[in-house]
Nanobody
């Protein structure tokens, strides 16, 4: 199973980015799918997860700014990030779990800087 994330980049403070992730190589519906991030020198941090039925959980630190949703196609997930701050700079990782294992994408860099 491979997860491929895209949509990272450089954005000014206050700007928005949308990350997308698509999984391939499994017949199962991944549930949950989610997003983590890791800033230099920090541990990997959970941001949001969403089940197959669309029930979402977003951590308090980004609630109201970050929104997770499942895509139209099976095993796709997006993370809409608004009002970005320099402290949101990190590598963002897509995550998914099926009945046999859990999977991680390689990460996409998000840099918030003026």
């Amino acid at each position: 199973v491979q997860l491929q994330a895209c949509g990272g980049g450089l954005v000014h403070p206050g700007g928005s980015l949308e990350l997308s992730c698509a999984a391939s190589g499994t017949f199962f519906t991944l549930s949950p799918m989610g997003w983590y991030r890791q800033a230099p020198g920090n541990q990997r941090e959970l941001l949001a997860t969403i089940g197959s039925g669309g029930r979402a959980n977003v951590v308090d630190s980004v609630k109201g700014r970050f929104f997770i949703s499942r895509g139209r196609f099976k095993n796709t997930v997006s993370l809409q990030m608004n009002s970005l701050r320099p402290e949101d700079t990190a590598v963002y990782y897509c995550y998914g779990r099926d009945p046999t294992d859990e999977y991680w994408g390689k990460g996409t860099q998000v840099t918030v800087s003026s």
